[in-house]
């Protein structure tokens, strides 16, 4: 069956930097847009980044622009998101996410499948 592992989240401080991964299985991956979504407590699981499937295209939130990259590299089955100049209001649990399409889509219902997510934290 398909799987989304996702890894790399912790705690860090005001400013630094994470980067975490997303190792998909069970599934064509070069075929599916992935995606980035956070959630942080009472608050709705929002849109942060998304890459096609070639990895020429990527989207953003923009509350994440100039700050965070996402990237694939199809040959491991693995998406990333660089996470730099991270602020207390970043923390929230990360999770990766898989749509079969070949266009962006940033609405968290279009996605398939889902990992379990990965905490981060960011202390001021």
């Known amino acids: 069956q398909v799987q989304l592992v996702e890894s790399g989240g912790g705690l860090v401080q005001t400013g630094d930097s994470l980067r975490l991964s997303c190792a998909a299985s069970?599934?064509?991956?070069?075929?599916?847009?992935m995606g980035w979504f956070r959630q942080a407590p009472g608050k709705e699981r929002e849109f942060v980044a998304a890459?096609?499937?070639?990895?020429?295209?990527?989207d953003y939130a923009d509350f994440v622009k100039g700050r965070f990259t996402i990237s694939r590299d199809n040959a491991k089955n693995t998406v990333y998101l660089q996470m730099n100049n991270l602020n207390p209001e970043d923390t929230a649990v990360y999770y990766c996410?898989?749509?079969?399409?070949?266009?962006?889509?940033?609405?968290?219902?279009?996605?398939?499948?889902w990992g379990q997510g990965t905490q981060v934290t960011v202390s001021s």
């Open positions: 996410a898989a749509r079969l399409s070949t266009i962006i889509i940033t609405g968290r219902s279009d996605y398939s499948y």
């Open positions: 069970g599934l064509t991956f070069s075929s599916y847009v």
């Open positions: 890459i096609r499937r070639s990895g020429g295209n990527t």
